[in-house]
């Protein structure tokens, strides 16, 4: 399973980070290497983006599972990288291989980065739990 660890971008100034973790599920297997290729563009683009604080990627190849956790400064700053090419048209274009996806805000204090793996993915299935709503009674 390729990991990128996390990757200092920037140092926090303000007292607070603003998380944005992700998991993205794609249809096939087929679709898997080039949706690793393009993530690790966006990964180096969101190494360059203004306000990012951190980034780190990891997926799980034969489960067609990607998950993401940066850091921003801001909400802007994680717009704007969103609004940007290649990102913009990379998620457009991959939308069409995606099974499911989540994706999850959370504030932090900055000397908490960076978030820990089990973090991230405990916070996405709680939500993708409480997305679902509770079980028919059967």
Known sequence: MPTVPWINVD?????????????????SLRQVPGFL??????????RRAPGALGVALK???LKRTFWTVSAWTDKAAVHAYAATEPHRTTM???RAVMRESTFLFWQVPADQLPIAWDEVQRRILQQRDADRGPAPAG
Do not use: D, G, H, Y
């Not at 926090?12 to 944005?20: G, N, T, Y």
């Not at 290729?37 to 969101?46: G, H, T, V």
């Open 11 to 27: 140092t926090p100034v303000a007292p607070e980070a603003l998380i944005m973790a992700s998991r993205l599920e794609v249809r």
């Open 37 to 46: 290729m393009a993530s690790m563009r966006l990964l180096r683009q969101a």
């Open 59 to 61: 997926a799980e190849l």
């Open 92 to 94: 457009r274009r991959k």
